[in-house]
Structures are given as structure tokens and as C-alpha cells.
């Protein structure tokens, strides 16, 4: 690999990084909040306009990955081919099979905007979904599948080493959020429950997961009671 694709690399290295700081930062309820408290009346419109943002600065991202790809490093061939070709294709069914379970509109922002919603939590409830009774960051999941069943070379293995790191801390972050907001409901789902690789050992039947949706209920709707009462006490 010559000095021209090193530096190409380590400039799509550096493009990710900065891209996994963004999207933290924007992400987080510090910059949700300092948005709400300075410019209120554009909080209905926060999730849209991070959903479009995070999409046109992975662009560039992207277009450097696939034009300057690298040497090849590896490839799948015979039977082992066929076994992650077979697995992206699972993945690529497992992702249109469990968004039904989302709320797409709650997702992108769209709901938030039209709503005119000025809170900075997601609005869509604790849900177990079949897929997140297995695993519970799902998307993620698949995601790493359709990564690592890909022939590889250079820039594709970089990012996808990069990627799966920070989907690991990425998804620390989020459920430190999800801790705050459902309790002790969300510590049990995470001890039950594996979060990014499926353990056939560690799964929630319908009925456990139903119990603690139930429970993560009731510790949602006891916080937004204080929340409400210490607003009035503030006044």
C-alpha cells in the first residue's frame, strides 16, 4: 500500500471519528436540552433535522470509502460464499421484518414535527418486540452482520472495524438514557437479555417481556408525575 492510500485512509479513519463525535453530541440530551432552553420553538423539529444531517455528513464518508476502496484483503468463495451471502440476505429480511415494530414516523421525526412535540425524550413507549426479546439493540445487530459478510479490502475493513466499535459505545450511550427514563425495568431487561450478539442461553419469553414492559410502564408514568409536580413547584 503506497503513501497515497495511507493517507486516504487515515483521512477516512479521521472523517468517522469526527462523524461518531457529531452524531454523539447531537444526539445527547445535554445538546436537547441547551437546544430547548435557546431556541424552544425548534424542538418539534430536532429529531428531522438530525436524521437529515447525519445522512448528508455520511455521505462524503462514504463516497471516499468506495472511490479509494484499497487493496482487496479478502474474499468469500465455494460454500462459505454462499453462507454470507445467505446471511447478509437474512439480515437485509430481518431489518424489513422488524420495522414494523418501530414507530417510522417516531424514528425520523416526522410525528415530533407535525405534533409540533417540544419534548426532548423520545416519545415512543418501552416496547419488547420478538426480535428484542433475543437481542436488544436488533438493528444494530443485523447491521454487523451485513459488515462482516462483505469481501473486504482496505477502506471497507477499517470502517467496518470503527463502526462496530462505536455501535458497542453507541449503544452504552443510549442506554444510559433508557436507564434515566424506564429504571430498574430496563437493569432487568439488560441482565436477561444480550445486547448486541444473540446467546440462545439469555432470551425473555412473551410473557416475561410482557411483565417487564408492564413494570418499565408504571416507573415511566411515576417520573412524569414528579416531572410535572416539580414544574409546579417551580412556579
Known amino acids: 500500500m503506497d503513501d497515497a492510500q495511507t493517507r486516504r485512509l487515515a483521512l477516512l479513519a479521521m472523517l468517522w471519528l469526527a462523524y461518531f463525535v457529531l452524531h454523539s453530541l447531537l444526539a445527547s440530551l445535554t445538546m436537547k436540552s441547551w437546544v430547548a432552553r435557546h431556541f424552544p420553538h425548534q424542538v418539534p423539529a430536532y429529531r428531522l433535522c438530525f436524521n437529515m444531517l447525519s445522512t448528508l455528513t455520511?455521505?462524503?464518508?462514504?463516497?471516499?470509502?468506495?472511490?479509494?476502496s484499497g487493496p482487496s484483503l479478502w474474499a468469500w468463495t465455494g460454500a462459505v460464499s454462499w453462507l454470507a451471502n445467505g446471511l447478509a440476505?437474512?439480515?437485509?429480511?430481518?431489518?424489513?421484518?422488524?420495522?414494523r415494530y418501530y414507530d417510522t414516523s417516531e424514528f425520523i421525526g416526522l410525528r415530533q414535527w407535525k405534533s409540533a412535540t417540544h419534548s426532548i425524550e423520545d416519545q415512543e413507549s418501552f416496547r419488547i418486540s420478538p426480535f428484542h426479546r433475543h437481542v436488544?439493540?436488533?438493528?444494530?445487530?443485523?447491521?454487523?452482520?451485513?459488515?462482516?459478510?462483505?469481501?473486504?479490502?482496505?477502506?471497507?475493513?477499517?470502517?467496518?472495524?470503527?463502526?462496530?466499535?462505536?455501535?458497542?459505545?453507541?449503544a452504552h450511550l443510549e442506554e444510559q438514557k433508557l436507564i434515566a427514563r424506564y429504571g430498574e425495568a430496563y437493569r432487568h431487561y439488560m441482565q436477561r437479555v444480550p445486547g448486541l450478539i444473540p446467546l440462545p442461553w439469555k432470551s425473555l419469553s412473551a410473557e416475561e417481556a410482557a411483565e417487564l414492559v408492564a413494570e418499565a410502564e408504571r416507573h415511566s408514568g411515576a417520573c412524569v408525575t414528579s416531572e410535572r409536580y416539580n414544574r409546579r413547584l417551580d412556579r
Open 136 to 170: 436488544r439493540h436488533p438493528w444494530y445487530a443485523l447491521g454487523l452482520i451485513l459488515l462482516w459478510t462483505r469481501d473486504m479490502n482496505a477502506a471497507l475493513l477499517l470502517s467496518a472495524v470503527l463502526l462496530t466499535a462505536y455501535l458497542f459505545i453507541g
Open 89 to 99: 440476505l437474512a439480515a437485509l429480511a430481518g431489518f424489513v421484518r422488524s420495522a
Open 58 to 68: 455520511l455521505l462524503p464518508i462514504l463516497w471516499l470509502m468506495f472511490r479509494h
